[in-house]
Nanobody, 116 residues
Framework: QVQLVESGGGLVQAGGSLRLSCAASGFTRVWNLMGWYRQAPGQQRQMVATITSGGRTNYADSVQGRFTISRDNAKNSIYLQMNSLKPEDTAVYYC??????????WGQGTQVTVSS
């Protein structure tokens, strides 16, 4: 059974930093894509950053230059370094993995709250 375990959320002041981690387990195939998504109250879930197993990254415009996604293939893990956090970054952050042929799995989410 595929499982994603997220950690690293919390409360931080505007301008501060947080680092999220996500460890995936329960599969043997090489993953296609992993990423971070977020959902604020009353809003749809949106992509924050994604990374392929080969290291290609993609960022939402709103976080470009402030957030950095990275991976550790040996550990089936990804990380999200979030700098210069803003109150509008407040949301529940979800880890996602896409496994061949093309099936998505989600973590339970971790709350990030940025105070002004």
């Amino acid at each position: 059974q595929v499982q994603l375990v997220e950690s690293g959320g919390g409360l931080v002041q505007a301008g501060g930093s947080l680092r999220l981690s996500c460890a995936a387990s329960g599969f043997t195939r090489v993953w296609n894509l992993m990423g971070w998504y977020r959902q604020a109250p009353g809003q749809q879930r949106q992509m924050v950053a994604t990374i392929t197993s080969g290291g290609r990254t993609n960022y939402a415009d709103s976080v470009q230059g402030r957030f950095t996604i990275s991976r550790d293939n040996a550990k089936n893990s990804i990380y999200l370094q979030m700098n210069s956090l803003k109150p509008e970054d407040t949301a529940v952050y979800y880890c996602n993995i896409n496994l061949p042929p093309s099936r998505n799995y989600w973590g339970q989410g971790t709350q990030v709250t940025v105070s002004s």
